[in-house]
């Protein structure tokens, strides 16, 4: 008899725990310490999530999606894919250059060392930042209506030409090696090939600094370097060293608004080699060597442009970012780090300030959301990835993912950086943020 009972309880226990886990552990209890109507369907709290023993400082934007004034976007620093900049700086730079207000963010994707574009595919109002995929790393995408879907994508980009011929691109605003096919856009720069203009000048200071030294040893009286010639001669030098250069391009001018998953008609406005400039509805096709003749087309025709997913595939979307990993799958809090292909232990097991977002069960409400780092002054510690999984779970999210983390986590409201009430005006430089944009 008493076996009987032993049994019948460890059987209630083991039923219970396993149903306990996709709907939140009775330890992950929410004490809500801040919470701040930034603007209709927009929220801020500050959650103290966890228990006695264990607590995380939770930083949550929740936005209604059902208000369509409130739109989330992908924002870039200094409009260009190899920028950096503090996240302050980005909202205040898109607020410059599009309608409406950027009223709350966290930083987005994570970014290559040195060349500092964005890991993945991104994309901002349908113009595509960078085209390709990493690993099995997931995306974050939005459709036209701000709705989210979490998935592991791969866009494609190709050109219809007027002949019926088909265009792979290789990449979008970066070659490789001279017999890739590349589409440049705005994201890359004013003109192809592009010259950052933070370089040059960077390059003019050491040159001065070289002059001025050699001018003091040599107890010259004369200093005849102009910076404004310098700078001319320098974008010229680096302008003809590119192989850029020497490639044929083709300015094509869009006829309609871009998206991923649309076919977007273009003209070909002009053919040649050199530098061509690039404005807003506008790009530049860029043809490796050995290209066959008939894939080239001709001036004053209508080209086919588009980006296709391989998921999701009649959904038009308009702003994406990729990361890793996917924290809640359909309601399941599981982190999938191995599964998409990151092994780092301390990226995976440490407890560090990370960032996520994720959205309800019927797509209405997104969380972007911040945990702060460990303090034991605070009695707060960072979250690893197990940990944040069950707190985007906590919070609400039917899915979930991981964005950049680390010293990269910052949340930006009303021009201060919530993580931080020592130096609000401080962060990190990053890449890509997420936020949320107010149309007037």
């Known amino acids: 008899m008493r076996f009987i009972i032993l049994i019948y309880i460890c059987s209630l226990t083991l039923f219970t725990s396993i149903d306990a886990f996709p709907k939140v552990p009775l330890a992950y209890k929410h004490n809500i310490e801040t919470d701040t109507l930034l603007a209709d369907g927009l929220n801020y709290k500050k959650i103290l999530v966890g228990n006695q023993k264990t607590k995380f400082a939770v930083h949550v934007l929740e936005v209604n999606l059902l208000n369509h004034l409130l739109v989330p976007t992908v924002l870039k620093a200094g409009s260009h894919t190899l920028e950096l900049a503090k996240l302050h700086d980005i909202i205040t730079h898109t607020d410059s250059i599009t309608e409406g207000k950027i009223l709350g963010a966290i930083n987005g994707s994570f970014w290559k060392a040195y060349t500092n ?26 459709d036209s209506l701000g709705k989210p879907f979490i998935d592991n994508y791969k866009i494609t980009g190709k050109i219809r030409l007027k002949n019926g011929n088909e265009i792979i691109l290789n990449r979008v605003n970066r070659r490789r090696d001279s017999l890739e096919i590349v589409l440049y856009n705005k994201y890359s720069g004013v003109e192809v090939p592009y010259v950052s203009k933070g370089k040059i000048d960077d390059e003019i200071a050491t040159r001065m600094a070289v002059a001025m030294n050699e001018l003091f040893e ?100 308009r702003n994406g970012i ?6 809640v799958r359909d309601g399941k809090a599981q982190h999938e780090a191995l599964r998409e292909g990151s092994k780092g232990r301390r ?16 797509k209405t409400k997104l969380y972007l959301v911040t945990v702060q780092t460990t303090s034991r002054s605070n009695f707060v510690k960072g979250a690893n990835l197990k940990d944040m999984a069950m707190i985007m779970k906590s919070l609400g999210c039917h899915n979930a993912m991981n964005l950049d983390g680390g010293g990269s986590t ?10 931080s009430t020592i130096r609000p005006d401080a962060s990190r430089r990053i890449s890509v943020g997420l936020g949320v944009r107010q149309l007037p």
């Open 117 to 142: 574009n964005p890991i993945g595919a991104c994309f901002i109002d349908g113009e595509i930042v960078e085209l390709n995929p990493y690993k099995e790393w997931s995306g974050i995408y939005f």
């Open 347 to 362: 990226f995976i097991n440490s407890a560090l300030s990370r960032t996520a977002v994720g959205y309800s069960k019927d």
């Open 218 to 317: 040599n107890d010259s009286t004369e200093f005849d370097i102009d910076p404004e010639i310098l700078r001319d001669e320098l974008i010229n030098e680096k302008r003809s060293n590119s192989l850029e250069n020497s490639l044929i391009k083709c300015k094509l001018k869009y006829l309609s608004n871009p998206a991923v998953n649309k076919s977007i008609k273009c003209v070909v406005v002009a053919i040649d080699t050199g530098v061509i400039a690039i404005d807003t509805m506008s790009a530049v096709l860029s043809y490796g060597i050995n290209i066959p003749y008939d894939m080239f087309p001709t001036l004053g025709d209508t080209l086919t442009l588009s980006y296709n997913t391989d998921v999701q595939t009649k959904v038009e979307f």
């Open 410 to 419: 910052v949340m930006v409201i009303d021009g201060k950086n919530v993580m």
């Open 322 to 327: 990729t990361a890793t990993p996917r924290l």
